[in-house]
């Protein structure tokens, strides 16, 4: 299972970004998918999860400003960010609970990263 983050970028601050992340491989079913984001020397955070039942969780920094989506046909799910503000700026990465055989639990896989620099 290989999951590819793209979208990240340089914005100024108030602007948008969309991020992608597309899981292929031998994929049985995706429980759930989710963006995570660090700077270096602090540790990884969730931003926001989405479930295989569209149930979704936010971070508060995250709330009212960005929107996690997905496709499931494509397994592919999507952070919509906007009003960016410069304490946004972090690696963005994407993590799926996949499980690839019926007896098999469902297990996390995580994408390269994709960077998020907010500055004018």
């Known amino acids: 299972v290989q999951l590819q983050a793209s979208g990240g970028g340089l914005v100024q601050p108030g602007g948008s970004l969309r991020l992608s992340c597309a899981a292929t491989g031998s994929i049985l079913s995706i429980y759930a998918m989710s963006w995570y984001r660090q700077v270096p020397g602090k540790q990884r955070e969730l931003v926001a999860a989405?479930?295989?039942?569209?149930?979704?969780n936010y971070a508060d920094f995250a709330q009212g400003r960005f929107t996690i989506s997905r496709d499931s046909a494509k397994n592919t799910v999507y952070l919509q960010m906007n009003s960016l503000k410069s304490e946004d700026t972090a690696a963005y990465y994407c993590?799926?609970?996949?499980?690839?055989?019926?007896?098999?639990?469902?297990?996390?896989?995580w994408g390269q990263g994709t960077q998020v620099t907010v500055s004018s």
């Open positions: 989405i479930t295989s039942g569209d149930s979704t």
């Open positions: 993590n799926a609970k996949v499980k690839i055989i019926i007896a098999a639990p469902y297990s996390d896989y």
